[in-house]
C-alpha cells in the first residue's frame, strides 16, 4: 500500500471505528495481530474494540479530532486531541460528569493497509485530572 493508502486508512479508523465504533470494518483495518503500546497494552482486533468501546461507553460524547498526519513508509505519525464528558464507570471509577480534552501523539505502522502496531503518548495524569479521577499519592 502507497503513503496515501495507508493515511486514507488511518483517517478511517478513527472516523469510523473510534469515532462511530463501525466494528463491522475491524478486520479490513485493524490486524489481527494488532498491538498498541500503551498503559493499557491491547493485542488483537478484540483489544482494539475493547479499548475504545470501554472509552466510548464512558463517554458517549467521546470524539477524536485529527488536528496533524503525516507518513512515510508504512509509518502514520498522527497527533490527535479527545473529547468527551465521563458520563460512565471507567476502569473501575465512578462518572464525575466533567469535561475533558486531551492531546494524543502516536506513531502507527500499517502492513498491507492494515494497522499491526501503535506506540501512543499522552499526559494521562493530565487526563485524570480533567476527567476528576482522584490520582493516589506518591510513594
Known amino acids: 500500500m502507497s503513503v496515501e493508502e495507508n493515511k486514507a486508512n488511518f483517517l478511517r ?17 485493524i490486524a489481527p495481530n494488532y498491538v498498541v503500546h500503551s498503559t493499557p497494552e491491547a493485542r488483537g482486533q478484540e483489544g482494539f474494540k475493547q479499548m475504545f468501546s470501554a472509552f466510548r461507553t464512558a463517554c458517549p460524547d467521546f470524539r477524536a479530532k485529527i488536528d496533524h498526519i503525516f507518513a512515510e513508509g508504512d509509518m502514520v505519525a498522527h497527533f490527535e486531541t479527545y473529547t468527551g ?45 480533567q476527567m476528576g479521577i482522584p490520582i493516589p499519592p506518591a510513594k
Do not use: C
Open 13 to 29: 479508523i478513527v472516523e469510523e471505528l473510534v469515532n462511530k465504533g463501525n466494528w463491522v470494518l475491524l478486520p479490513e483495518l
Open 85 to 129: 464528558t465521563f458520563q460512565k464507570k471507567y476502569m473501575g471509577f465512578a462518572p464525575t460528569g466533567k469535561k475533558f480534552s486531551i492531546s494524543i501523539a502516536t506513531l502507527s505502522r500499517f502492513i498491507d493497509g492494515k494497522e499491526v502496531e501503535a506506540w501512543q503518548y499522552m499526559d494521562r495524569l493530565a487526563a485524570y485530572q
